[in-house]
């Protein structure tokens, strides 16, 4: 018998956490091994559980949610730990940070319980979490809050960051597309390959990247100008 998922819970608010409990636990395949308040628990509990996921809210007393999520991804102890962020559109920024410091993905507040479900799933298969077309559009905001009042041009400089340097050109392009939040079944469609080769290629990102999932490669090509704000709905 496979063994259940295992979850924390963080959330400073004890009817979200109880209402969370109660979903999963009621998954066979799913079972919530604790609860966090704040940050700073959170931190500690991880070290001694090491959970599958960590379902993390943003906004907590002592220590937020961007700050755990940073000190539990940089623990080597965890690194098989998948951080999902809870948050709403209204904190683009704080989503951008969690990315950037290794969560895997993130859900809105007001999810579908089903949809819930199916995302601590996902990211415990090391799938995409969702729709990388949301976390785009989330990067795109805060990229285009940052860069204000200077409009993006419309040709784009070739982009020269370091992390690029060890990239073939094939490999170059499909971080692009990743980027833009194509799936490896999308992008093999669009540069005509087989999906196991899509795949291949973006397997071979994470470890020339040292991403720890999709959603780290996506805020990579943003960061190093492979797509922009302007390019990423073209």
Same mark, same amino acid.
């Given at each position: 018998?496979?063994? /259940? ?5 963080? &959330? &400073? ?11 999963? &636990?009621? $998954?066979?395949?799913?079972?919530? !091994? ?16 090491? @959970? ?8 907590? #007393?002592?220590? &937020? ?13 965890? /690194?098989?730990?998948? !951080?999902? %962020?809870?948050?709403?559109? $209204?904190?683009? $920024? +704080?989503? =951008? ?25 996902? %990211? ?7 729709? #990388?077309? !949301?976390?785009?559009?989330?990067? $795109?905001? +805060? ?5 204000? @009042?200077?409009?993006? @041009?419309?040709?784009?400089? /070739? #982009? ?7 990239? *073939? @050109? ?35 990102? =994470? ?13 990579? /090509? +943003?960061?190093?100008?492979? !797509? *922009? ?6």
């Amino acid at each position: 018998m496979t063994a /259940a998922i295992r979850v924390l819970v963080v &959330d &400073d608010q004890t009817l979200v956490r109880a209402g969370f409990r109660a979903l999963l &636990d009621s $998954e066979p395949d799913i079972e919530v !091994v604790g609860e966090a308040v704040d940050g700073a628990e959170a931190i500690r509990l991880a070290g001694e559980l090491v @959970p599958d996921v960590v379902l993390m809210d943003v906004r907590m #007393p002592r220590v &937020d949610g961007l700050e755990a999520t940073g000190r539990i991804t940089a623990d080597v102890r965890l /690194a098989a730990v998948r !951080v999902v %962020v809870l948050t709403t559109f $209204e904190l683009d $920024e +704080y989503v =951008f940070g969690a990315l950037r410091a290794g969560a895997a993905g993130f859900l809105l507040k007001d999810v579908e319980p089903e949809a819930l479900v199916e995302a601590v799933r996902l %990211v415990h298969d090391g799938q995409a979490l969702l729709a #990388p077309r !949301v976390t785009k559009r989330l990067i $795109e905001a +805060y990229i285009a809050a940052e860069s204000a @009042p200077v409009a993006t @041009p419309a040709v784009v400089p /070739a #982009p020269d960051d370091s992390r690029l340097a060890d990239l *073939t @050109p094939r490999e170059r392009e499909i971080l692009g597309l990743v980027g833009r939040g194509l799936s490896n079944h999308e992008i093999a469609e669009h540069l005509v390959l087989s999906p196991l080769t899509a795949k291949t290629h973006v397997s071979r990102l =994470f470890l020339k990247l040292g991403a720890r999932d999709r959603a780290q490669l996506v805020v990579t /090509a +943003y960061e190093t100008g492979l !797509v *922009t704000a302007s390019s990423a709905g073209s």
